[in-house]
């Protein structure tokens, strides 16, 4: 797939030597990319676009409305990494385009690659209860850092991939301890499936923890983002275990790359040639992405009521 890169951002000599080790991948140039050698820089993005089938943007400063519509609009399809420049409205329209010209956009949400997922489906994932905690570190200069944008964010999408159900409510609420912005909050998102998620996230914790449990008819699951661990224990309802023990205990463990962005990078490429050449829906696509920004921006909506802080 002949393939062209904007911006520079995330893209390192090591993320273009990974790329152009990639057999599916034929880098024809970039756009708007400085300090890389190895690849031809076009000066204009129409040049590049004329000669390739796809393109990969990974920095958020070229991932914005009107370039991602240009390259749409040539009917090529995109990885785009990060969405954030993109208003709701612009992301449907995004998708709206996409739509008439063919082409498929992917967006980064990293946190649906994980291995987890694959070791999950040797069992039937109906989770009714779900509980996520994300809590990083206090440091005074991190009042930058969103609690939701930045924190919160991968655990809502792990919740919906994994509750896969519409969103019937939400609550939510903040209390900004130390900033003037939430440094702490609390979200429960019930689904029409009955499946009911907490989810809380800090950066003014002690310590850095990462976890999702879920529970469901006769299994309860433990992942540890940090250990990079899935525990399983399930019960056929056969008796298993003994003494103070029920079911069956099982560990998977993720095996930690030493650039877990590149390796990350690599699953995501991957998924994205594979929807293009087998014309199946992206796991990652723009449909999954607006269904995120819903919940976030209810989110957001809920706390301007329900936040309260020190100053």
Same mark, same amino acid.
Not at 114 to 140: A, C, G, H, M, W
Not at 221 to 247: A, H, P, R, Y
């Given at each position: 797939?002949?393939?062209?890169?904007?911006?520079?951002?995330?893209?390192?000599?090591?993320?273009?030597?990974?790329?152009?080790?990639?057999?599916?991948?034929?880098?024809?140039?970039?756009?708007?990319?400085?300090?890389?050698?190895?690849?031809?820089?076009?000066?204009?993005?129409?040049?590049?676009?004329?000669?390739?089938?796809?393109?990969?943007?990974?920095?958020?400063?070229?991932?914005?409305?009107?370039?991602?519509?240009?390259?749409?609009? /040539?009917?090529?399809? !995109?990885?785009?990494?990060?969405? *954030?420049?993109? +208003?709701?409205?612009? %992301?449907?329209?995004?998708? &709206?385009?996409?739509?008439?010209?063919?082409?498929?956009?992917?967006?980064?949400?990293?946190?649906?690659?994980?291995?987890?997922?694959?070791?999950?489906?040797?069992?039937?994932?109906?989770?009714?209860?779900?509980?996520?905690?994300?809590?990083?570190?206090?440091?005074?200069?991190?009042?930058?850092?969103?609690?939701?944008?930045?924190?919160?964010?991968?655990?809502?999408?792990?919740?919906?991939?994994?509750?896969?159900?519409?969103?019937?409510?939400?609550?939510?609420?903040?209390?900004?301890?130390?900033?003037?912005?939430?440094?702490?909050?609390?979200?429960?998102?019930?689904? /029409?499936?009955?499946? !009911?998620?907490?989810?809380?996230? *800090?950066?003014? +914790?002690?310590?850095? %923890?990462?976890?999702?449990? &879920?529970?469901?008819?006769?299994?309860?699951?433990?992942?540890?983002?940090?250990?990079?661990?899935?525990?399983?224990?399930?019960?056929?309802?056969?008796?298993?275990?003994?003494?103070?023990?029920?079911?069956?205990?099982?560990?998977?463990?993720?095996?930690?790359?030493?650039?877990?962005?590149?390796?990350?990078?690599?699953?995501?490429?991957?998924?994205?040639?594979?929807?293009?050449?087998?014309?199946?829906?992206?796991?990652?696509?723009?449909?999954?992405?607006?269904?995120?920004?819903?919940?976030?921006?209810?989110?957001?909506?809920?706390?301007?009521?329900?936040?309260?802080?020190?100053?």
């Amino acid at each position: 797939m002949r393939t062209g890169i904007i911006g520079t951002g995330n893209l390192s000599p090591k993320v273009l030597q990974n790329l152009n080790a990639n057999d599916t991948l034929e880098i024809i140039g970039g756009y708007d990319i400085y300090g890389i050698q190895d690849i031809e820089v076009f000066d204009s993005l129409t040049d590049l676009l004329v000669l390739v089938d796809a393109v990969i943007i990974l920095d958020i400063l070229s991932s914005t409305y009107d370039v991602i519509a240009q390259v749409v609009k /040539y009917g090529k399809h !995109v990885y785009v990494e990060n969405l *954030s420049l993109c +208003s709701k409205s612009d %992301v449907r329209k995004l998708d &709206f385009y996409a739509y008439e010209a063919g082409a498929v956009i992917q967006v980064g949400l990293k946190q649906r690659f994980y291995n987890f997922y694959q070791d999950l489906e040797k069992y039937t994932v109906t989770p009714r209860i779900l509980e996520s905690s994300r809590y990083v570190k206090f440091n005074k200069k991190s009042t930058q850092l969103s609690v939701i944008d930045d924190l919160m964010l991968h655990d809502i999408d792990v919740a919906l991939k994994l509750c896969n159900g519409d969103v019937k409510s939400i609550y939510s609420t903040a209390v900004g301890v130390y900033h003037k912005d939430p440094d702490v909050v609390n979200t429960r998102i019930e689904f /029409y499936n009955g499946c !009911v998620a907490n989810l809380s996230a *800090s950066k003014i +914790s002690n310590k850095e %923890v990462h976890q999702t449990k &879920f529970f469901q008819n006769n299994t309860y699951c433990s992942i540890d983002f940090i250990k990079q661990t899935l525990n399983v224990q399930s019960n056929s309802g056969d008796d298993e275990g003994s003494g103070e023990e029920w079911g069956v205990k099982t560990t998977y463990s993720q095996i930690k790359d030493s650039d877990g962005y590149v390796a990350m990078l690599q699953k995501e490429i991957m998924s994205f040639y594979q929807s293009i050449t087998n014309n199946v829906e992206c796991i990652s696509g723009i449909s999954q992405y607006l269904q995120l920004q819903s919940v976030t921006d209810k989110i957001k909506e809920q706390l301007e009521r329900n936040f309260t802080t020190n100053a």
